[in-house]
């Protein structure tokens, strides 16, 4: 019974992650992105989840739960913690305008599908075939990355970026043994936690963390 | 555990100990506890290389973490040779230096710790036999060198500008080296010496990594045109130190281009040796040139370094042409002299660097044209500086003479075999060779004579010459140690002479010839004789003979001399003066003015006359100011362009790299794409 349900589950979920992924392309506002950024941990733990179910492993079961904790909860709050009121306010003046970004997010999903089909091949199973999500998500991220000029909108790139590779490792390998999982998670948080404080001080010091006047000090 | 190993290993302890001293021993021991602890570093080193230069082996084995062989210590009979030599110099560098390094940035703590460990990396270089352990002990060696060039540094900006040149033409060097290992070893599948000599000769991957290796060796050895730092740095470095780089450290490299030639590529086209031949004879030409034109004492005895190494490559170049026409006889006895070249020139320039620190030390001017008159109020460093020079200048009685005594025989009797023309290539080279050796030895004996003679006799130009002392006694025994090795080797030729030829027989190339054994012989201790070639030379005998005669002339000219008393002569035309003024003499740059208007094409200098006149009269002139500067053509005509081209380039790229970590990103991002495109393709 559960069969007939899976692939659209895995669609579901996948789906909402290159959503979720879109979206925060074309959100401007730190609140929003930090909201987006906890759907798609959400979405991320689903899908971890329904292929444990459909694996029979129990072992996913677990991780999704760490998933939920970490990148569903714990880094968006850690990310919107005291800037509550802030991260409204504070709102992104991109490099790219949101219509020219979303085009070249569609660019670069149809490029990560053809060099998945290319590179690995899109095989039979459902999960396989839902692979380039992950690729995809992990452009978009770089492109956060790029486009950003704050040093937070750049974290959740960077986030962007992370929960794209691991997409990609549910879905074509079905998951990395939970140990590595759990040290990589951590590893994150660890990463944004300094980012984070780095930020803050950042901001402190010169008034704003905009990426750009940084080059001030080297020049 | 046989000796060899014990000695490495008690090297690489005492290195340890030496630096542990120089770091935690007070300021008012410091030099001397570390200078002794160094001399003790170097005594080891010179045991260990005799006994693996006489035959015994011993293999030192360091087991190491990264995913590669153990490093292997197992010096052979001609790295025995070298570690010999190097350690030699060592020691007397460290007795010098306990005396002239105690105070001021030359005795400071940082300048005694890298001392050891120059001396350890320079010991270690010739013991290791695969190239990983070559190159490691070849960057402690730099490493050590650099941070004692730099110790004077604050105080002085020139020593800066030649730290970055010698860092940057040794980094030239070491990633030439390199990249010659990483041929060999890409091609014959090993890093250690025995698996990269099984690469097939006359391949290509030979023949790019012997011209790697020479513009690599040949960097360190000061050869043409990759010889600019040594100008800059062995005149900036502390004396002993400049000692220590140009009598041991340079030798280094010649090891290094001995490995290659002798060792690991022994079959060498002919084309190698001619390539090796046009590379040394012109630094020999060059070099002597510039230092027969100098008027610093300390560029003067750098620039002669240069010759002397070409001079060297000369012999290692002609023996490479000379054994691949099957002519073994020469060949071996070009290479034993290029051997006692390196050997002699280790004992005669460190004797000449340290005669100019201690000049340094009691005038602080190393500026010829300032000095003279030395000799009376400095006899031990003017004696042991004056044995330096003659060795130098190849005069008979010192070991300059026995090796390149033995250059010109191999070289003119090289072209034929059994009364044969070898081939048409070694005819004409061989003569040219001869020629060149033959103008080097003239300009270098002008040089040396210029060197000594404005230095030490004639009187004082500037007070600081004349006040000045005799140095302390710790500086004079390593004076006296240095200029009793030049003659030890001079006279008593014989020994050694068996030593180098044996370690040419046992490797490579040469235990390949028959006649390896045989191409030098020695006569007692004293003399040397060449069967291969029909020659023979006893110095010692030669030195009673001309004694015999010359003996009897000069009592008979002080005993005419004592007949007639001395006759005070005056000025006959003093024109208002009455006695010459120390002024009136001769100056280093006076000495040397018709050279430099002969090779005026190759020199290029730049002279700069400015008269004052007195009052309104254009006939009586008040001062004469006379300024003349000779640069380093290569340094201009060729390094200087490609140094600003860098720079133009430098500043156009700045635009592609402005800090901006988005556009870092941006790279980072088109390259991922690309290479995603180009895969999917």
């Given at each position: 019974?559960?069969?007939?349900?899976?692939?659209?589950?895995?669609?579901?979920?996948?789906?909402?992650?290159?959503?979720?992924s879109?979206?925060?392309?074309?959100?401007?506002?730190?609140?929003a992105?930090?909201?987006l950024?906890?759907a798609?941990g959400?979405?991320?733990?689903?899908?971890?989840?329904?292929?444990?179910?459909?694996?029979?492993?129990?072992e996913?079961?677990?991780?999704?739960?760490?998933?939920?904790?970490?990148?569903?909860?714990?880094?968006?709050?850690v990310?919107?913690h005291?800037t509550?009121?802030?991260a409204?306010?504070?709102?992104e003046?991109?490099?790219?305008?949101?219509?020219?970004?979303?085009?070249?997010?569609t660019?670069?999903?149809?490029?990560?599908?053809?060099v998945?089909?290319q590179?690995?091949?899109?095989g039979?199973?459902v999960?396989?075939?839902?692979?380039?999500?992950?690729?995809?998500?992990?452009l978009i991220?770089?492109l956060?990355?790029?486009?950003?000029?704050r040093?937070?909108?750049?974290?959740?790139?960077?986030?962007?970026?992370?929960?794209?590779?691991?997409?990609?490792?549910?879905?074509?390998?079905?998951?990395?043994?939970?140990?590595?999982?759990?040290?990589?998670?951590?590893?994150?948080?660890?990463v944004?936690?300094?980012?984070?404080?780095f930020?803050?001080?950042?901001?402190?010091?010169?008034?704003?963390?905009?990426v750009?006047?940084?080059?001030e000090?080297?020049? | 555990?046989?000796?060899v190993?014990?000695?490495?290993?008690?090297?690489?302890?005492?290195?340890?100990?030496a630096?542990?001293?120089?770091?935690?021993?007070?300021?008012?021991?410091?030099?001397?506890?570390?200078?002794?602890?160094?001399?003790a570093l170097?005594a080891?080193?010179?045991?260990?290389g005799?006994?693996?230069?006489?035959?015994?082996?011993?293999?030192?084995?360091?087991?190491?973490v990264?995913?590669?062989?153990?490093?292997t210590?197992?010096?052979?009979?001609?790295?025995?040779?070298?570690?010999?030599?190097?350690?030699?110099?060592g020691?007397?560098v460290?007795?010098?230096?306990?005396s002239?390094a105690?105070?001021g940035?030359?005795?400071?703590?940082?300048?005694?710790?890298?001392?050891?460990?120059f001396?350890?990396?320079?010991?270690?270089?010739p013991?290791?036999a695969?190239?990983?352990?070559?190159?490691?002990?070849?960057?402690?060696?730099?490493?050590?060198?650099?941070?004692?060039?730099?110790?004077d540094?604050?105080?002085?900006?020139?020593?800066?500008?030649a730290?970055?040149?010698?860092?940057?033409?040794?980094q030239l060097?070491?990633f030439?080296?390199?990249?010659?290992?990483?041929?060999?070893?890409?091609a014959?599948?090993?890093t250690s010496?025995?698996?990269m000599a099984?690469?097939?000769?006359?391949?290509?991957?030979?023949n790019?990594?012997?011209?790697?290796?020479?513009?690599?060796?040949?960097g360190?050895?000061?050869?043409v045109?990759?010889?600019?730092?040594?100008?800059?740095?062995?005149?900036?470095?502390?004396?002993?130190?400049?000692?220590?780089?140009?009598?041991?450290?340079?030798?280094?490299?010649?090891?290094?281009?001995?490995?290659?030639?002798?060792?690991?590529?022994?079959?060498?086209?002919a084309w190698?040796?001619i390539?090796?031949?046009?590379?040394?004879?012109?630094?020999?030409?060059?070099g002597?040139?510039?230092?027969?034109?100098?008027?610093?004492l300390?560029?003067?005895?750098?620039?002669?370094?240069?010759?002397?190494?070409?001079?060297?490559?000369?012999?290692?170049?002609?023996?490479?042409?000379?054994r691949?026409y099957?002519?073994?006889?020469?060949?071996?006895?070009?290479?034993?002299?290029?051997?006692l070249l390196?050997?002699s020139?280790?004992?005669f320039?460190?004797?000449?660097?340290?005669?100019a620190?201690?000049?340094?030390?009691?005038?602080?001017?190393?500026?010829?044209d300032?000095?003279?008159?030395?000799g009376?109020?400095?006899?031990?460093?003017?004696?042991?500086?004056g044995i330096?020079?003659?060795?130098?200048?190849?005069?008979?009685?010192?070991?300059?003479?026995?090796a390149?005594w033995?250059?010109?025989?191999?070289?003119?009797?090289?072209?034929?075999?059994?009364?044969?023309?070898?081939?048409v290539a070694?005819?004409?080279?061989?003569?040219?060779?001869?020629?060149?050796?033959?103008?080097?030895?003239g300009?270098a004996?002008?040089?040396?004579?210029?060197?000594y003679?404005?230095a030490?006799?004639?009187?004082?130009?500037?007070?600081?010459?004349?006040?000045?002392?005799?140095?302390?006694?710790?500086?004079?025994?390593?004076?006296a140690?240095?200029?009793?090795m030049?003659l030890?080797?001079?006279?008593?030729?014989?020994?050694?002479s068996?030593?180098?030829?044996?370690?040419?027989?046992?490797?490579g190339a040469?235990?390949a010839?028959?006649s390896?054994?045989?191409?030098?012989?020695?006569?007692?201790?004293s003399?040397?004789?060449?069967?291969?070639?029909?020659?023979?030379?006893?110095?010692?005998?030669?030195?009673?003979?001309?004694?015999?005669?010359?003996?009897?002339?000069?009592?008979?000219?002080?005993?005419s001399a004592?007949k007639?008393?001395?006759r005070?002569?005056?000025?006959?035309?003093?024109?208002?003066g009455?006695?010459?003024r120390?002024r009136?003499?001769?100056?280093?740059?006076?000495?040397?003015?018709?050279?430099?208007?002969?090779?005026?094409d190759?020199?290029?200098p730049?002279?700069?006359?400015?008269?004052?006149?007195?009052g309104?009269?254009?006939?009586?002139?008040?001062?004469?100011q006379?300024?003349?500067?000779?640069t380093?053509?290569?340094?201009?005509?060729?390094?200087?362009?490609?140094?600003?081209?860098?720079?133009?380039?430098?500043?156009?790229?700045r635009?592609?790299?402005?800090?901006?970590?988005?556009?870092y990103?941006?790279?980072?991002?088109?390259?991922?794409?690309?290479?995603?495109i180009?895969v999917?393709?």
């Amino acid at each position: 019974m559960f069969d007939s349900v899976y692939a659209q589950l895995v669609g579901l979920c996948t789906g909402a992650l290159l959503l979720t992924s879109a979206l925060m392309v074309w959100r401007h506002t730190l609140l929003a992105s930090i909201r987006l950024l906890s759907a798609q941990g959400l979405s991320l733990a689903a899908l971890v989840a329904v292929i444990g179910v459909q694996e029979n492993e129990v072992e996913l079961l677990f991780v999704a739960l760490l998933i939920i904790a970490t990148k569903g909860v714990g880094l968006p709050w850690v990310l919107a913690h005291e800037t509550e009121a802030g991260a409204r306010a504070i709102k992104e003046a991109p490099r790219l305008n949101p219509t020219a970004s979303l085009l070249i997010v569609t660019i670069l999903t149809i490029l990560s599908y053809i060099v998945m089909s290319q590179l690995i091949g899109l095989g039979t199973s459902v999960t396989s075939h839902a692979a380039p999500i992950g690729l995809a998500m992990v452009l978009i991220g770089f492109l956060l990355l790029i486009s950003r000029r704050r040093a937070r909108s750049q974290l959740i790139g960077f986030l962007l970026l992370d929960n794209g590779i691991a997409t990609v490792a549910f879905l074509t390998s079905g998951g990395v043994p939970i140990l590595l999982e759990f040290a990589v998670s951590l590893d994150v948080l660890l990463v944004v936690v300094i980012l984070y404080v780095f930020a803050g001080r950042m901001r402190n010091k010169f008034g704003g963390t905009d990426v750009d006047q940084l080059r001030e000090l080297h020049d | 555990m046989s000796a060899v190993t014990a000695g490495l290993l008690l090297q690489l302890t005492l290195a340890a100990v030496a630096v542990t001293i120089a770091l935690l021993v007070a300021p008012a021991w410091r030099s001397r506890a570390t200078g002794l602890a160094s001399a003790a570093l170097a005594a080891v080193g010179l045991a260990t290389g005799l006994a693996a230069m006489t035959g015994a082996s011993g293999t030192l084995t360091i087991p190491v973490v990264l995913p590669m062989d153990a490093l292997t210590l197992s010096p052979d009979r001609l790295g025995g040779l070298f570690m010999a030599v190097v350690s030699a110099v060592g020691l007397i560098v460290s007795l010098f230096g306990m005396s002239s390094a105690r105070r001021g940035p030359e005795g400071s703590r940082t300048a005694w710790a890298a001392m050891p460990v120059f001396l350890v990396g320079m010991q270690l270089v010739p013991a290791a036999a695969d190239s990983v352990s070559f190159l490691l002990a070849w960057e402690i060696m730099t490493l050590g060198s650099t941070v004692l060039l730099l110790a004077d540094h604050a105080a002085r900006a020139s020593v800066s500008s030649a730290g970055i040149w010698y860092s940057a033409m040794s980094q030239l060097s070491f990633f030439f080296i390199l990249a010659g290992f990483a041929v060999l070893a890409g091609a014959t599948g090993g890093t250690s010496f025995t698996a990269m000599a099984t690469v097939e000769p006359g391949s290509f991957a030979a023949n790019l990594a012997f011209v790697l290796f020479v513009l690599g060796f040949g960097g360190k050895a000061e050869l043409v045109p990759l010889h600019v730092w040594v100008p800059r740095v062995l005149p900036e470095a502390p004396s002993h130190v400049s000692a220590a780089m140009s009598g041991a450290m340079v030798k280094i490299g010649v090891y290094g281009a001995l490995v290659v030639c002798v060792r690991l590529l022994p079959e060498a086209p002919a084309w190698w040796g001619i390539m090796i031949m046009v590379l040394g004879g012109a630094s020999a030409l060059y070099g002597i040139l510039q230092a027969s034109v100098s008027s610093d004492l300390k560029v003067l005895l750098a620039y002669s370094t240069t010759e002397n190494m070409g001079l060297v490559f000369l012999g290692l170049g002609a023996s490479m042409l000379l054994r691949s026409y099957d002519a073994t006889a020469a060949a071996d006895t070009a290479l034993v002299a290029a051997l006692l070249l390196a050997v002699s020139h280790a004992a005669f320039k460190a004797t000449l660097f340290l005669g100019a620190g201690a000049v340094i030390h009691a005038t602080g001017e190393r500026n010829l044209d300032r000095l003279g008159g030395l000799g009376r109020r400095m006899p031990w460093t003017a004696a042991a500086f004056g044995i330096g020079a003659m060795g130098a200048a190849a005069l008979p009685i010192t070991s300059g003479f026995v090796a390149e005594w033995m250059l010109l025989q191999s070289l003119i009797h090289g072209g034929r075999l059994n009364g044969e023309v070898v081939s048409v290539a070694a005819s004409v080279a061989m003569p040219l060779a001869v020629a060149v050796i033959a103008l080097t030895a003239g300009l270098a004996l002008l040089t040396f004579v210029k060197a000594y003679g404005i230095a030490f006799l004639a009187r004082p130009r500037s007070p600081e010459a004349a006040d000045a002392r005799e140095v302390p006694v710790m500086m004079r025994l390593a004076l006296a140690l240095g200029a009793l090795m030049v003659l030890a080797l001079g006279l008593l030729p014989g020994p050694i002479s068996e030593a180098v030829l044996a370690t040419v027989a046992s490797s490579g190339a040469g235990a390949a010839s028959s006649s390896a054994d045989t191409a030098v012989a020695a006569i007692g201790i004293s003399g040397v004789a060449l069967p291969g070639i029909g020659a023979v030379l006893d110095p010692l005998l030669l030195t009673i003979l001309a004694a015999l005669v010359g003996i009897p002339v000069l009592i008979a000219i002080v005993l005419s001399a004592a007949k007639h008393p001395a006759r005070a002569n005056d000025l006959p035309w003093g024109g208002g003066g009455s006695r010459a003024r120390p002024r009136m003499q001769y100056t280093a740059t006076s000495y040397a003015e018709p050279l430099v208007r002969v090779f005026d094409d190759v020199l290029k200098p730049t002279r700069d006359v400015q008269v004052t006149h007195v009052g309104e009269s254009r006939y009586l002139v008040e001062r004469v100011q006379v300024e003349q500067k000779v640069t380093d053509v290569f340094e201009t005509r060729f390094y200087r362009p490609m140094l600003n081209f860098l720079q133009r380039f430098g500043i156009v790229v700045r635009h592609v790299a402005n800090g901006s970590i988005h556009r870092y990103l941006t790279y980072s991002f088109t390259a991922l794409l690309i290479v995603l495109i180009v895969v999917s393709l």
